[in-house]
């Protein structure tokens, strides 16, 4: 079936370091990817995605590597701020093109 | 530019009660999705609605759940007779009729079921 996982439930690092925040997903199929960010109380933000025909792509100061020989995908955020703390998703757009599936997300803090 | 937005943020029902959740999703955005988030946990699929249409409601419970996407007005998901396994936070997302994988998401509506 379809189902997307992350590597590490949390991840702490320092102000201005760079964050990595791993993601596997098992459907091979599997054409569109999401990463959103959600604040305590808040609901899922969108930050980058990327589709199947490309292995990386950039957005302001975050950017997604895609490895589809070995169903992973992740997110690098540079400099990382106290204000990227949250947790992060991976998501993948379901076969059907109607939905999307959700890992169980890390959580990233950010000290300064 | 108003986001898609949901209410109530917070609902409290009993056992047995209905709930109703309203979603108005981003202007210019005729596709409506929800999910559901049980602490620590992913969000998890139920519904995705166009106007007047239910498209795919594999991750709707059998029983007792329901939703739409009426010509006008908001999108409603309706949970009757309440239980408190439904507890959990639901969230509406919206995409452009021309767009539909890169869905945006409102705030959410808790829900607490006593």
């Known amino acids: 079936g379809e189902s997307v996982g992350l590597h590490l439930p949390t991840l702490s690092v320092q102000e201005g370091d760079n964050s990595i925040i791993n993601c596997a997903y098992s459907?091979?199929?599997?054409?569109?990817f999401i990463w959103y960010k959600q604040e305590s109380g808040k609901g899922p933000q969108f930050i980058i995605d990327?589709?199947?025909?490309?292995d990386k792509r950039q957005g302001q100061r975050v950017t997604v590597l895609l490895n589809k020989t070995v169903k992973h995908l992740s997110l690098q955020i540079a400099a990382t701020q106290p204000g990227d703390s949250a947790v992060y998703f991976c998501?993948?757009?379901?076969?059907?093109?109607?939905?999307?599936?959700f890992g169980k997300g890390t959580t990233l803090s950010v000290s300064s | 530019n108003a986001g898609v937005m949901q209410n109530p943020r917070h609902l409290v029902r009993r056992r047995g009660q209905e709930a109703r959740l309203r979603c108005s999703p981003m202007?210019?955005?005729?596709?409506v999705y929800w999910y559901r988030q049980l602490p620590e946990e992913g969000l998890k699929f139920m519904v995705y609605?166009?106007?007047?249409?239910?498209?795919?409601e594999s991750g709707m419970p059998k029983e007792r759940f329901s939703a739409e996407f009426p010509k006008e007005g908001p999108s409603i998901l309706r949970i009757q007779q309440v239980v408190r396994g439904d507890s959990a936070a639901y969230f509406c997302?919206?995409?452009?009729?021309?767009?539909?994988?890169?869905?945006?998401f409102g705030p959410g509506t808790r829900l607490l079921v006593l």
């Open positions: 997302a919206s995409s452009p009729a021309a767009s539909q994988e890169t869905q945006y």
């Open positions: 459907n091979s199929a599997s054409d569109y």
């Open positions: 990327i589709r199947s025909n490309m």
């Open positions: 998501a993948e757009l379901n076969q059907a093109g109607t939905a999307l599936i």
């Open positions: 202007k210019g955005h005729s596709h």
């Open positions: 609605l166009q106007k007047e249409n239910i498209i795919d």
